[in-house]
């Protein structure tokens, strides 16, 4: 036999068996059935449902869709908090093809309005409390057509009046319209998902995720030293589902056969303590804010958690005492991790295994994630250990490309740019330091605000705290540093920069410092520093 | 936006990120590069590297292959037993689009020179103590250019005198043609790997897997409920890298960054407690009988294994007596599972956090893998719980068809049919009964000899059993039972036949009892039900 054919023989030698994320309900449905999905709701009210009754509700959901006129390829809304509905609306929809556009209820009704207009949003499924929201919407979304009503536990749904768009309860639909469809046979390279950035540095840029690149996203997040969820797990999703696929636990939730627990919109520490112990959370997902906010009800109530055992951080890096307090006080392992909606949204992440496990650092990058440091010019260190650089990134769940848009996001080599500055130590851990757009020039040379921030942000009086620069005459830029104090403490300027004297060249020490009893936040909880500019300027 | 117009849009929205087998040490030497991979030899002696260094070694590899004639889509023959430089050689080739195609020392010269003229090996890669196989097989494979001799820690090795190919020292080769080559820059459904089954039922047919295939496997094998392999385990392979890709600990241990043991050929019970202790093994992979050897050792010196934790049992399924030895003596956790050559080779497994472990189970089907029961005819059992059907499969890592082979493998809707028997519980845990080629008919009705044979086997007395089918005038077929009784044991025929009487239907009890010193096994360790049934006949 010769080499060419031999090739043609091994053509189709495993079988073509697509990545689509409808696998993924499938298999809980089968083999973890009675496995269930909880959803907290108003007053403290919870609906459950096993994976096998809701992939049946799923299937229902696909033929109603298609009776309101959503065909593969099309977009469905999804204004909405976690809940089993929303989970049943990504499974239906993403099951024949359609594509979840989810949305923010936090971003502005313009910026709302601008991405359901550029997704050309027909179809919008809505969480019951967001009506005021919805009113504000739909006059200025003309492809509206029809608006789902989400049930949540306790929640009255009642239908709104609105001008054009016909509005349908969730279940009704499911009642009138479910009809089983059957799922998949079609490319696992169609869409899935679609997400729009922030918008804190522009306009949204909308990502667009594949059924492939969600699939891979979960099996490498699945990994033991990343999620590690079993189908003995019980895993507690603070992480809102409109955030890059909410960290993708309801893809792996059901990949694994693990219990899911939704908190709904009542993430305060009572409701959270409840749910942990009630349902018996192994493994709980979210910002810092969320579990420093169960940490303090914990120790008014002297309550525990014995069921729990690892958190899984998000978000903007904390300060090691926080992270400690939030060791000990839970009683659980804090893994923290980095990522962003243009990576699906996995960077790196510490292993709950992890000997050493330091706030600053957020773990390496799981199996199909690389990563690469460059300079400022986008070419690579020569030493990629011990020295920062500005990180770029490559990988199965990588954007390559914005929604609607004609050139890719990655440069000539294929590396995306994801904006940080990071350092990666000898044993592999990258720590991000800054973003590259944060960084200061003064006197021609660069101040990192993010190592700023990092000394004053660990002093105990300190809540939250931001460097920006100010223009100047003579040295370009100047840092200014604006603090906001914990409640009830104090602490003079001479001694904040006295923190600082000791640990940062003279000409980083801040010109000014301004007080702000509440800092301005941007819709994903971090520091809005575009506002912060305008302020200081 | 028309719908037309967004799908357009979203073609290429996340990267085009081939899942081909070099990421898995491109990953390892970037992010775990010291950690090591250990190879036993003779003599205790042990050759030990990290990652990073086996990688640039597996890349010099590729260029020395290419120095041989060998291209993409060409076959890597290897003879060998499993060794730092046969896992080099598997990288080396993969990265660069050869096929390896892996060779069972234990096949027959005859088996095995068929299977080297039909992939057309051009070149062998040998281990050093098979010199006499390898001249044997020379003479009859024409296709043979140039045979390379690994090097084993200890072992010295001599250049063989071959009529016609050329022999090479693999460090020789390394040292004279070892040009580092760029991997990487070929289609993920090229082949990758080549391994025969081992012909008990007929001649050898051959499985290719493909690139996505094993990355697939691989990532699907890594989840918690799974391997579950971390940074820090240290995972002992004593299963053959001939045997299905060596259960795929080759790829998933650089793929968690976990360090690998290979024990070599040197299994005996000392040989692995050794290298546990010495060097931290935490997992451990094998068939039974090794395992059982260990705890003899173990027995007789008091020695203990504390970094041990778990043990992942494949092969045939062993009795509960034996399971609970085994985890009580091991101090380990046992992991069942059940796989074959088709399917890369991963089917089910239990987790090591299951609740109840019981030996005659085999767990779950991972994310991946899907199954289905049907009767004999194919058409599927109407209720998948609780009855005996004919084990049915699909997954991404399973066979399309068979190496050189125009027919597909699989039925019209795509299911491969193993020919194992099995039943499925409430709870989805899987339990192999049986072969269908096994089943005996009599009076028009099936014998299981499975379950004849699970009652049998439990018996302390008992070392193997088989039961196999006889021709009979009257019933058309009658079952015999086949014993092989422990060392320094005895059973009489009446109470094996009092064991049975009790749990089978009377038509079910053998006509005739065999007893045998030596059951005939198959080249993978099974029992060799062919030449029973000769020998009963």
Redesign the interface.
């Known amino acids: 036999?010769?080499?060419?054919g031999?090739?043609v023989?091994?053509?189709?030698?495993?079988?073509?068996?697509a990545?689509t994320l409808d696998?993924?309900i499938?298999?809980a449905a089968?083999?973890?059935g009675a496995v269930e999905v909880v959803t907290g709701g108003v007053g403290g009210a919870r609906a459950r449902i096993g994976y096998a009754a809701l992939r049946e509700r799923s299937q229902r959901l696909s033929g109603a869709l298609r009776s309101l006129g959503l065909?593969q390829?099309?977009?469905l809304g999804l204004l909405a908090w976690n809940s089993q509905a929303h989970m049943e609306c990504w499974y239906g929809a993403m099951g024949i093809g359609i594509?979840c556009h989810t949305l923010n209820p936090r971003m502005s009704p313009a910026h709302l309005a601008g991405i359901i207009r550029?997704?050309?949003n027909r179809v919008l499924a809505v969480s019951p409390d967001l009506v005021p929201l919805l009113e504000t919407l739909v006059p200025m979304c003309p492809t509206l057509e029809h608006v789902v009503m989400l049930d949540e536990p306790g929640a009255e749904v009642s239908l709104p009046t609105l001008s054009r768009a016909s509005a349908w309860r969730y279940e009704d639909l499911l009642c009138e319209r479910g009809e089983i469809v059957a799922w998949g046979g079609f490319e696992e390279?169609a869409?899935a998902g679609l997400c729009f950035t922030s918008g804190t540095t522009g306009a949204p840029k909308g990502?667009?995720?594949?059924h492939?690149?969600n699939y891979?996203h979960t099996?490498?997040q699945?990994?033991?030293?990343a999620s590690?969820?079993?189908?003995?797990d019980c895993a507690l999703i603070a992480v809102p589902m409109f955030h890059a696929n909410g960290w993708g636990f309801p893809f792996s939730g059901p990949?694994?056969?693990a219990k899911l627990v939704f908190p709904g919109r009542h993430q305060d520490g009572a409701s959270l303590a409840n749910l942990i112990n009630s349902e018996g959370v192994t493994v709980a997902a979210g910002v810092a804010t969320v579990w420093l906010g169960l940490a303090d009800h914990l120790d008014r109530t002297g309550e525990d958690l014995p069921s729990l055992r690892r958190i899984m951080l998000g978000g903007a890096s904390v300060p090691q005492a926080l992270m400690d307090r939030l060791e000990q006080r839970l009683g659980a392992t804090v893994q923290t991790s980095w990522g962003m909606t243009e990576l699906?949204p996995l960077g790196t992440v510490t292993?709950a295994?992890?000997?050493v496990r330091r706030a600053s650092q957020s773990g390496?990058?799981p199996?199909?994630v690389?990563l690469l440091l460059t300079d400022s010019n986008g070419a690579p260190l020569p030493e990629q250990r011990g020295h920062e650089g500005r990180l770029h990134v490559?990988?199965?769940?990588?954007?390559?490309?914005y929604?609607?848009?004609d050139e890719?996001a990655?440069d000539s080599s294929?590396w995306?740019d994801t904006g940080d500055l990071a350092v990666i130590d000898e044993r592999?851990n990258v720590s991000i330091t800054g973003r590259a757009k944060d960084l200061i020039k003064s006197g021609g040379e660069w101040i990192n605000p993010g190592e700023i921030e990092a000394i004053v942000g660990a002093l105990p009086e300190v809540a939250l705290v931001a460097v920006v620069g100010r223009a100047h005459e003579k040295w370009g830029e100047r840092p200014v540093l604006v603090v906001e104090s914990r409640q009830g403490a104090h602490i003079s300027d001479e001694a904040l920069l006295d923190a600082l004297r000791t640990r940062v060249a003279s000409w980083w020490l801040p010109d000014a410092i301004v007080r702000v009893s509440s800092m301005p936040l941007a819709m994903t909880g971090k520091i809005d520093k575009q506002r912060l500019r305008a302020m200081v300027a």
Do not use: C
């Open positions: 036999m010769t080499t060419t031999s090739t023989a091994m053509a189709g030698a495993m079988q073509a068996y990545l696998r993924f499938d298999h089968k083999w973890h065909a390829g099309d977009h594509v550029r997704a050309a390279n869409p990502v667009t995720y594949t492939r690149s891979l099996i490498h699945l990994q033991a030293d590690g969820l079993t189908s003995r990949a694994a056969g699906s292993p295994t992890a000997s390496r990058p199996l199909g690389d490559k990988g199965a769940s990588v954007i390559q490309r929604f609607g848009e890719p990655v294929g995306f592999g």
